[in-house]
Nanobody, 123 residues
């Protein structure tokens, strides 16, 4: 069992920055921890994911060059640094842990989920 708790969301103006945190507890091993987001009335969207050793990272095209995912295994925490935010980044952001080996950018490829943290970007 893995518990995931997100924090760091909030209201920010377009062009601003936020850093989200995902604190993991419970089962010590997961291959990838990813970030997804869901805006009202829309499907969940892959944002970024990072391998256990931090060496492999993958990003959605919509955030590439603006968002950076990183992890501190000593703190069991994964971060999402979001820069140059746009109104279309507004969504509930949640992290997810994948147990199986191999990368996945699909929502069903992950086994555990957090509750999410709201990010609102004003124009």
């Amino acid at each position: 069992q893995v518990q995931l708790v997100e924090s760091g969301g909030g209201l920010v103006q377009a062009g601003g920055s936020l850093r989200l945190s995902c604190a993991a507890s419970g089962r010590p091993f997961s291959s990838y921890i990813g970030w997804f987001r869901q805006a009202p009335g829309k499907d969940s969207e892959f944002v970024a994911t990072i391998y256990q050793n931090g060496g492999n990272t993958y990003y959605a095209d919509s955030v590439k060059g603006r968002f950076t995912i990183s992890r501190d295994n000593a703190k069991n925490t994964v971060y999402l640094q979001m820069n140059s935010l746009k109104p279309e980044d507004t969504a509930n952001y949640y992290c997810a842990a994948r147990i199986s080996l191999g990368v996945s950018t699909f929502i069903h490829g992950y086994d555990y989920w957090g509750q999410g943290t709201q990010v609102t970007v004003s124009s």
